[in-house]
């Protein structure tokens, strides 16, 4: 009988482990005999390896109920010597403790059939559930070779415990190929979710068809497991906030052939398959991986083409707004026949007509922090300040956002003749100074640098620039240069473009040229 509470789960395996041998292979010695300590107070009978060359020597000299191993150890990691051990006994119970760090080495963990992770760092009612469910699956086998003799009743009952332990098993598979999926979206945190309204939007139009719950619900797991190939997608393509060129776009093209590859290997996902593979595939035959059209496409992966092509609608974009769900169904139905199936889009248009999306669905960042990360990309690597195309990004933005209000534009001037004068490290380090100087009288505020020498100032609120701030500046006095300075408004017309503000500034020079 399964059992919630740790202390439970405690008291059961003090009752049940007395006849229970572990084999625990670990080469860092700390982790190692706390590990043994732990153990021990509830197994009579543990035997210690430091590393898998060693764990399967103790195997071959006698067999153990339980084995629980480290991955990365020297001599012979831990999935060769489980690998071996399977071979010995392929009913063999096997325990993994690994890190996040190590989901290269979950595909090949559940190929050999392992039974539970226990995820680093180790505690306690962690390491308790995980013996529970091991230990109760080898009582229950027990119990079934002891009473299958006997009575019938009893064998059939042990069977079907048998049989959910199974379906637990296929259920943790599942999950830790959705633990997978939410590594990819803690990395790309502007598509978090997008698996799931993929899978939520793929089953009401399974349903709107007419498809039974069992087909719903294989469309629905496929849809979460739909991306699972961008685990392999480089940071650098899978996080870049604006547009991706050519070959970035080939890289992300990729996701399909790694989830169709990584699931190929797991007999249970065979009826997904493909479904995964053909979600990128277009009606009219101008998709990818395959390149195929029609009824050439799998008929349920055709529902979900649907489906992630109106989630990506309506979802923020860093270049393009959100469309409005009416504004997506009109886009799908203008699609007919072209990326989508024209006998799937009537029921789609129907299914997906009444959609609440949440306001917050955005690929722009929502947090502080996320702003850093999704800067990360778009600073001036010599002064630390945003550049020019995350200008670009936050101008946009705010032509749907309305956030800011107010933009101030400070040049330098004579400083192609500092850096003749003086060298361009020279220069960089004077833009360095500039830029810290700005950061002091202005933290909290947007800063960049574009154009070289061209500083811009990015506000919620209006404020009054102090034109002592740069008429005083020692820096600027020292090196004989100087500067001027520009307000803009944009309170009232928030949709103003980085090419019509470097007009502005352009425009400013001019006058400042006819002035002088």
Same mark, same amino acid.
């Given at each position: 009988?399964?059992? %919630?509470?740790?202390? #439970? ?16 292979v ?18 009579p ?8 060359k #060693? ?17 990365q150890?020297p001599?012979?990691?831990?999935l ?16 993994i403790?690994?890190?996040?760090? !190590?989901? =290269? *080495? ?35 086998l027990?119990? @079934? ?27 943790? $598979? ?10 990819i ?14 899978? /939520? ?9 007419? $498809? ?14 739909h ?16 547009k991706? %060129? ?7 093209k ?7 590859? &990584? ?8 009826? &997904? ?9 277009s ?11 029609? /009824?050439?496409? %799998? ?6 083409i649907?489906?992630d ?17 009416? #504004? ?12 989508? /199936? ?11 007509a009444?959609?609440?999306?949440? #306001? ?28 020019? @195309? ?30 003749? =004068? ?6 960089n ?14 933290n909290?505020?947007?800063l ?5 020498? /061209? ?5 919620? @609120? ?7 701030? *740069? ?10 240069l100087t ?6 408004d ?10 019509e503000? !470097?007009?502005? &500034? ?8 006819? @002035?002088?």
């Open positions: 009988m399964s059992v %919630d509470s740790t202390s #439970e789960q405690l008291k059961f395996l003090h009752a049940e482990a007395s006849n229970i041998s572990v084999l625990y670990e080469d860092d010695t700390l982790l190692r005999t706390e590990v043994e300590h732990y153990l021990k107070k509830i197994f009978n543990v035997t210690l390896s430091s590393d898998g #060693e764990g399967l020597a103790n195997y071959h000299a006698r067999p153990f109920d339980i084995v629980i191993t480290d991955i150890m001599h012979m990691n831990g060769e010597m489980l690998h071996r051990i399977k071979e010995i006994n392929p009913l063999q119970e096997m325990i403790i690994s890190a996040y760090t !190590e989901s =290269e *080495y979950f595909m090949e963990a559940i190929r050999l059939g392992i039974d539970a992770y226990i995820l680093k760092p180790i505690n306690h009612p962690q390491i308790i559930q995980v013996l529970y469910k091991v230990v109760s699956k080898i009582v229950q027990r119990e @079934n070779n002891a009473y299958r003799t006997h009575l019938e009743a009893l064998v059939d009952l042990k069977v079907k415990e048998y049989k959910d332990l199974e379906s637990e098993k296929i259920v943790y $598979y599942e999950k830790t190929l959705i633990g997978l999926i939410k590594m979206e803690r990395r790309d945190s502007y598509t978090a979710g997008h698996s799931h309204r993929v899978a /939520d939007y793929s089953r009401r139009i399974a349903q709107e068809m007419g $498809y039974d719950s069992s087909q719903c619900d294989l469309l629905y797991r496929a849809g979460i497991l991306d699972i190939g961008k685990i392999a997608t480089p940071d650098t393509v899978l996080l870049k906030p604006g991706l %060129d050519e070959i970035e776009r080939e890289l992300i990729e996701h399909v052939t790694v989830g169709i590859e &990584m699931l190929g290997e797991i007999p249970i996902f065979d009826s &997904m398959i493909p479904i995964i593979r053909d979600h990128h595939e009606y009219d035959g101008s998709g990818y991986p395959r390149g195929v059209g029609g /009824d050439q496409i %799998d008929p349920f992966a055709r529902i979900m649907i489906a092509a109106f989630d990506a609608m309506t979802t923020n974009r860093i270049y393009k707004p959100r469309k409005s769900v009416l #504004e997506a169904i009109q886009e799908v139905e203008s699609l007919s026949g072209i990326q989508f /199936d024209p006998t799937v889009v009537p029921f789609a248009l129907r299914a997906l009444h959609i609440e999306v949440a #306001e917050q669905i955005s690929q722009l960042p929502h947090s502080s922090l996320e702003e850093e990360r999704f800067a990360y990309f778009y600073k001036d690597a010599i002064t630390g300040l945003y550049n020019h @195309n995350y200008l670009d990004v936050v101008l946009l933005k705010n032509s749907y956002t309305y956030t800011y209000r107010c933009i101030h534009v400070i040049s330098l001037h004579r400083f192609s003749e500092f850096n003749d =004068e003086y060298g361009w490290e020279s220069g380090a004077l833009l360095h100074s500039v830029a810290e100087m700005l950061h002091d009288h202005f909290g505020l947007l960049f640098r574009i154009h070289a020498n /061209d500083f811009i100032i990015v506000s919620q @609120n209006h404020f009054e620039f102090e034109e002592k701030l *740069y008429a005083s500046s020692e820096i600027l006095l020292k090196n004989h500067c001027t300075h520009f307000h803009l944009i309170s009232k017309n928030h949709k103003i473009t980085l090419a503000l !470097e007009q502005r &500034m352009r425009d400013e020079r001019y006058k400042r040229h006819n @002035n002088s």
